[in-house]
DNA sequence: GTCTATAGGCAGATAGAC
DNA sequence: GTCTATCTGCCTATAGAC
């Protein structure tokens, strides 16, 4: 799903590269929607587990931010791009319940990154002038353009560039 | 395909509503992937005359930079995003001949933003430290990343807000 | 250029044996 | 839980009449 898309693979596909045959899946997995929905839940839990990691060792807003776009290099490699950056583009064509396990994905990791901006602006190790939600929106969404046009170009350092441009215009 | 993604429509969609059958749109079109090769260029070219238009109208750097955004509000409505953004989600799945046709869109518009911004820093108008070159790909890279955003959240506000604070990060 | 008709394939999904 | 076999439907694509 990472690297094809939603509408891109098959079950056919997931069953060829597990060893075993469609039907197997669809055992686990009786709709497409479904497999898409436990995949989007999934990880959702691992970045928010990833997230209180982060919150309870990291030593400062800096490092924080950092570690956030962090776990989306974590995702990107040469074929697949993280979850919500691939889902977030074929959004018009998915079931209800995948287009909410979506803007939970979003809004859980918003809220977390506006969060950290706030503190860091009020303990004054980060500096901006914007809500610390629009700030935060930004920055979800120049890491996620980021990720799509480092694959493309099969570059992972457009992305850490990038990354690290962001994360500048809010350093203090 | 700026609603679905390449592989969320298909010839009886396009010929639906066009009021035509599908075969009619083989008869233009032989195969899907020429088809979305067609749509890529026209944009390009689209593109392209839009940008020169800039270029020779804008009064300052400023002004182009916040009418280069425009081009992309103008691309992006309730349902639909600008070709770029869908299509290099979907990248993996593509054609070669699609492929590079993405490229092309990427690089050019890199390109003019790039020069736009060395402009920019030399006549004073703008300033940023990093190369014009990854500024450039971080800031289109960013309203790629919000439109796909402002589209999920049905709120087009959230592609303006994100679109004046990355051309915020190089107002002089 | 557009139509009807249809080919051939693969998709998602199910039934039932083991 | 996994398999073989199969259903149904939509997909891309083509042939040939008008």
């Known amino acids: ?15 060829a590269e597990l060893g075993v045959t469609s ?7 009786p709709a497409k929607a479904e497999l898409g929905e436990a995949l989007i839940t999934r990880d959702t839990e691992r970045f928010a587990d990833a997230l209180a990691t982060i919150h309870a060792g990291a030593p400062g807003t800096q490092a924080k931010l950092a570690a956030f776009a962090g776990l989306y290099a974590d995702r ?3 074929r697949g791009v993280c979850l919500c950056a691939v889902l977030v ?43 610390p939600r629009d700030v935060a929106g930004t920055i979800i969404g120049g890491l996620l353009g980021a990720m ?9 350092n457009r992305f850490r560039s ?3 441009l962001l994360l500048a215009t809010v350093a203090g």
């Open 1 to 15: 799903m990472r690297e094809r898309g939603f509408n891109g693979f098959s079950y056919a596909n997931v069953a």
């Open 23 to 29: 039907a197997t899946v669809h055992y686990h997995f």
């Open 76 to 78: 990107l490699n040469a």
């Open 89 to 131: 583009a074929e959004y018009e064509t998915l079931s209800e319940p995948m287009r909410r396990a979506i803007d939970r994905l979003f809004t859980d990791s918003e809220e977390w990154l506006a969060t950290v901006l706030q503190q860091g602006r009020e303990d004054g190790s980060l500096c901006f002038e914007a809500s």
């Open 148 to 156: 799509l046009l480092a694959r493309s170009n099969d570059d992972v």
């Open 162 to 164: 990038a990354a690290s």
